[in-house]
């Protein structure tokens, strides 16, 4: 698995126990809102991260990305969401999130996974791969140029129109 990177004097690298305060606080405060916090404490909670990276600046977090577990149904494709990708305001538009994102993708690509599927904006998204075009082979409570995924294994995408089940988190966003 990658080991811990370093951009800028941002260090990306797994959460620990003592990160997840800290966490809720980047989270809610990106957001203005408590939901996607509560989604990230849901998802720990009920073991559906795969993933859960932050990004630390000077020994304080920064930045945060989930990525969840999901089911194909018919499928045994590996695949997970990216929900969320948070960046304390003061470390917006610095490479902080851009960053959490390709980390995640590497190790998860390291990690064996098939695909990842984001809802979210496209023209933030599409630089990392993310494509509707993949996403619109499967079928989801979500549709449209937001939905999107990255196939991170060649013939990891769908050929029929499986549904996508997301963890019961997610229900919330529904």
Known sequence: ???????????????????????????????????????????????????????????????????????????????????????????????????????GIGRLEEAGEDLVFVLGDPPYYKRFGFDSRIASHYCAQWSGPAFMALALEPGGQATHRPQVVYPAAFEAFG
């Open 1 to 103: 698995m990658s080991s811990d990177k370093n951009v800028d004097g941002v260090t990306i690298r797994q959460e620990a126990p003592a990160d997840v305060s800290a966490i809720r606080c980047v989270i809610s405060a990106a957001f203005d809102s408590e939901l996607e916090a509560k989604l990230i404490d849901k998802l720990r909670k009920d073991g559906d991260l795969v993933l859960s990276l932050v990004a630390e600046k000077d020994g304080k977090i920064v930045g945060y990305a989930g990525f969840s577990r999901l089911r194909i149904e018919g499928s045994d494709n590996r695949a997970t969401a990216l929900a969320p990708v948070a960046v304390a305001r003061c470390y917006q538009r610095r490479g902080v999130g851009t960053a959490l994102v390709r980390d």
